[in-house]
């Protein structure tokens, strides 16, 4: 499976895990990187629309389609197998662009065909700071890193060349064929002897490289296994975590609801207690003028009743002025001449 960050020609941060079978032309990230016409790039990258489109002339060095075709800090770890040319770890054949920071543990197979290389089967322009621990064969054009590359920076390689084995253990056969036809005596024989020797030295050594490389290269697949599981783990725990926030989330959004809802009933409680206080207020008003008008008629009352009461005394009053007046008279004439006064007299006259 292949998780990638692609963009206009460009491919980022990308992995391949799954085993690769191709025709022609494979690889673990892009089967190839092919010509274009440059006028058209150039036009697409400078957003130039008065560019002639339909002109097909080659530039081998344009720089924009160097800019346009690029893969950065993707890794293989699976094999890849083409049955033609053009096999490699991250991309078969690449006319164009750059290749920067790639890594392959996939062995390489070109099964009849020619072409393989841990990064690149063929790269016309820039491989660098790559590292390749795999198996690379091949019948013609085999390397580590490109079976034939035009520039290649600050790789490292650890692999095993099978044409290499191959081409030794044939050697060592002809070697063999050689010593034993010859006599024993014969000065050639002893070169012959040598040769063969040096031979089979250099098997052992490449098949040593090839034990060490499948040790390393498990450790590797291990590490990188490892780191896998890891990050699986890391994306769990963010999941829940991602989760826990939905939530989290939820229950918030659930509780400012349950808040709005209070505050709208806080609100009609305020708007009820406002009208029943209004209301009562005008009850009160009204009590007040009631009872005004209730003691207004109670004074009304008392005054009738005190004009009631006041009524007959005024009538005896008259009485008693109209029977005392003549004796008054009488009183002052007897005074006038002399007459002593009674005191049942001077009390009237009072």
């Known amino acids: ?67 346009l075709a690029a893969i950065f800090s993707s890794s293989n770890t ?27 543990y996939g062995d390489i197979l070109t099964d009849g065909g020619k072409y393989a290389g841990g990064i690149a089967g063929r790269c016309d322009n820039t491989i660098r700071d790559s590292y390749v621990l795999s198996g690379v064969s091949g019948d013609g054009y085999v390397g580590g890193v490109a079976g034939l590359g035009a520039t290649l920076v600050n790789c490292h390689t650890l692999v095993t060349i099978d044409e290499t084995i191959a081409a030794l253990e044939a050697r060592i056969a002809e070697l063999e064929e050689l010593v034993a036809s010859l006599p024993e005596d014969s000065p050639l024989r002893s070169a012959a002897e040598k040769a063969l020797q040096a ?70 409680a305020r708007v009820t207690l406002a009208e029943e206080q209004a209301e009562a207020e005008a009850d009160l008003a009204q009590g007040r003028i009631d009872l005004a008008d209730a003691l207004s008629e109670l004074r009304d009352g008392e005054q009738e009743y005190a004009d009631g009461l006041a009524a007959p005394s005024r009538v005896f009053t008259g009485v008693l002025s109209l029977v005392a007046a003549p004796l008054a008279t009488t009183t002052v004439t007897r005074l006038v001449h002399g007459t002593q006064l009674q005191p049942r007299t001077l009390q009237a006259l009072r």
Do not use: C
């Open 78 to 104: 699976a094999d890849i197998t083409v049955k033609g040319d053009y096999a490699g770890g991250i991309v078969g054949k690449a006319d164009y662009g750059i290749i920067v920071a790639a890594e392959n």
């Open 1 to 67: 499976m292949t998780e990638a960050t692609a963009g206009d020609g460009k491919i980022i941060s990308s992995t391949n895990s799954g085993e690769v079978y191709a025709d022609t032309q494979g690889g673990g990230i892009a089967g190839a990187i092919v010509k274009t016409n440059p006028q058209k790039a150039s036009a697409w990258f400078f957003q130039d629309k008065n560019d002639d489109e339909d002109d097909d002339e080659d530039d081998s060095d344009s720089i924009t389609r160097h800019v």
């Open 199 to 268: 031979a089979r030295d250099r098997l052992e050594a490449v098949k040593a490289d090839h034990e060490l490389l499948v040790e390393y290269r498990q450790e590797a697949l291990d590490a990188i296994q490892a780191q896998r599981d890891e990050l699986a783990k890391s994306e769990e725990e963010l999941f829940d975590g991602v989760r826990q926030l939905i939530d989290g989330r939820k229950e918030l959004d659930d509780g400012w609801v349950d808040y709005e809802d209070g505050l709208r009933e806080l609100e009609d």
